[in-house]
């Protein structure tokens, strides 16, 4: 008769004959649910990696296609341009910082690089310009450049006549209509007249435009102020004169004022001195034909230009 431990040991190793038997007919047929498993579990490119690197061969198609040449033109009122003088500073290489003119043909000169064309570019594009040409030499790693105009000679307008300051002075994108001009040469002289001519030539006629600035100013008719371009020219008429002279504190030339009176140009005169008198004031004024007449006027009468007007010595 068997003993039990050994048929406890019987039954246990025939469990696991049984249990390695079903483990292998599992693994040798292939149910429908595990192949499902497995097919969900196999290594097939996720939608959202798929939509990403489509959208990466997009960028990276975009990014290889040539670009179309960015125009290097600036605008006329901010381009360098021969004669002008630049100012260039390359930072962390104080050695490379430079001052040139701009010769005739366009160029400068800068170190390391040679001729740089850089006439018909603003500043910005004139700093990119060098700084490819240094990087690209590998002259400088990742240059940084600064150009900047220190004089202009190529676009400039001319203020002339009657101002504080006549000259050629720079035109540019915010300095270019007639008062501005006018106020970079000083204002009006105490000759200088209200109105104003401007010369400027567009597509080689000449046209000349009066402008009344006191008048622009009094109405508010601002479209009178014009704008203007490089090689235009201002000038300031003199203003209409008068005369005083005689028995008066100052005499001199001044400047006449619109319905001014024989009062009013003694008064300019400093008035009448101790030794004159009122009522010995004449005016001497040419006529048409350049003879000068002899007026007896009164204080009320008006003046003309270039109205003498004498004031006479007291009797007694």
């Known amino acids: 008769m068997p003993q039990p431990n050994a048929r406890a040991s019987a039954i246990a190793l025939a469990l696991l004959l049984a249990l390695a038997a079903a483990s ?64 260039i500073n390359v930072f962390r290489n104080p050695e490379l910082t430079t001052q040139a003119r701009v010769t005739d043909q366009g160029t400068i000169l800068f170190p390391l690089i040679g001729e740089v064309t850089i006439t018909g570019l603003s500043p910005q594009q004139a700093s990119r310009r060098i700084a490819d040409r240094l990087a690209s030499g590998k002259f400088v790693v990742n240059p940084e450049v600064q150009v900047s105009i220190a004089t202009v000679s190529s676009r400039q307008v001319s203020v002339l006549g009657n101002v504080a300051k006549p000259g050629r002075y720079p035109i540019d994108s915010v300095n270019r209509r007639v008062t501005d001009f006018i106020a970079a040469a000083g204002g009006m002289a105490a000759t200088g007249a209200d109105a ?26 601002l479209g009178s102020n014009l704008e203007l371009a490089p090689g235009d020219t201002i000038y300031v008429h ?58 007896d006027a009164g204080l009320t009468d008006l003046v003309r230009a270039d109205d003498v007007v004498y004031v006479r010595e007291s009797l007694f």
């Open 238 to 295: 003199r203003a209409p004169m008068i005369y005083v002279g005689g028995e008066v504190n100052k005499a001199g030339a001044y400047r006449l004022e619109p319905h001014m009176t024989v009062m009013q140009a003694i008064a300019l005169g400093g008035g009448v001195n101790p030794r004159g008198t009122e009522r010995g004031v004449r005016i001497h004024r040419k006529d048409a034909n350049g003879a000068v007449k002899k007026i």
């Open 24 to 87: 292998g007919a599992a693994l040798a047929v292939d149910s429908p649910s595990m192949a499902a498993a497995r097919s969900a579990t196999s290594p097939v490119e996720p939608r959202s990696t798929r939509q990403w690197s489509n959208t990466n061969r997009q960028v990276a198609a975009v990014a290889t296609q040539p670009k179309p040449a960015a125009t290097e033109q600036a605008s006329a009122l901010e381009a360098i341009g021969p004669g002008d003088t630049v100012s």
């Open 196 to 221: 104003v001519t401007v010369v400027q030539v567009r597509n080689g006629a000449e046209t000349k435009t009066d402008v009344d600035l006191e008048q622009m100013f009094r109405n508010g008719n």
